[in-house]
């Protein structure tokens, strides 16, 4: 596609339940990232995944944090039982390679849980 | 762990003042890149610095790399009002394979 692309763009849901968040990252891009941005804050490392190698996991904030990313393409962002401190602005980026090349961000999936 | 903190946090200008942040690193770092996000929206590239001491241009806009590769800057000339938004740094650091960002500093513009 032309961009990274994240559904959906709103996300209102209920404390206590899960949400699936979706990134389509740009085609080829081996290198995709999660960030989390709270309201005027800057970005919070959740995940990154490279090519075929183990995910770095080391910013998930609690275990009711997941993400997957299948054939190495579309990757999904779980939360369970959600809570009110999760609201927040989720952003995916692409890379063609890794840290070293230049990332391209989603428009992110804004999440409030009331 | 890792962190890359930048200063200011936010910055209030008159157009046509220059305007420089800061950003600091714990660690050495392997690379810097420069983002801009405007408000509403989501960080866009501006640029990358790979070499000790590097000093790139882009217009009114001058990064540069520390020698140490632990600190960088972002300075802009003659600020516009196109120029609002928020400047992260983002450095790939020993030991982490994820880019990690910068607390980011606001840039208000005032015409």
């Known amino acids: 596609g032309a961009g990274v692309s994240q559904s959906p763009s709103n996300k209102v849901t209920e404390k206590g339940k899960d949400v699936e968040l979706r990134c389509d990252p740009i085609?080829?891009?081996?290198?995709l990232y999660w960030y989390r941005q709270s309201l005027g804050q800057g970005l919070e490392f959740l995940i990154y995944?490279?090519?075929?190698?183990?995910?770095?996991k080391s910013g998930l904030p609690s275990d009711r944090f997941s993400a997957e990313r299948t054939g190495g393409s579309v990757s999904t962002l779980t939360i369970q039982r959600t809570q009110q401190e999760d609201s927040a602005v989720y952003l995916c980026?692409?890379?063609?390679?890794?840290?070293?090349?230049?990332?391209?961000f989603g428009q992110g999936t804004r999440l409030t849980v009331v | 762990g890792q962190q890359v903190m930048q200063i200011p946090q936010y910055q209030h200008v008159q157009e046509g003042e220059d305007f420089t942040t800061y950003c600091n690193s714990s660690?050495?770092?392997?690379?810097i890149q420069w983002y801009k996000q405007r408000p509403g929206g989501h960080p866009v590239f501006l640029i990358q610095?790979?070499?000790?001491?590097e000093v790139k241009k882009q217009k009114r806009l001058t990064f540069q790399f520390g020698e140490a590769k632990k600190n960088s800057s972002l300075h802009i000339t003659a600020t516009q009002t196109t120029d609002v938004g928020t400047y992260f740094c983002?450095?790939?650091?020993?030991?982490?394979?994820?880019?990690?960002f910068g607390s980011g500093t606001r840039l208000q513009v005032q015409p």
């Open positions: 610095l790979v070499k000790s001491g």
């Open positions: 660690t050495t770092l392997s690379n």
């Open positions: 980026a692409s890379s063609l390679v890794n840290r070293n090349t230049e990332a391209f």
């Open positions: 983002a450095g790939g650091a020993t030991g982490r394979r994820a880019l990690t």
């Open positions: 995944f490279q090519g075929n190698s183990a995910p770095d």
């Open positions: 085609s080829g891009h081996t290198a």
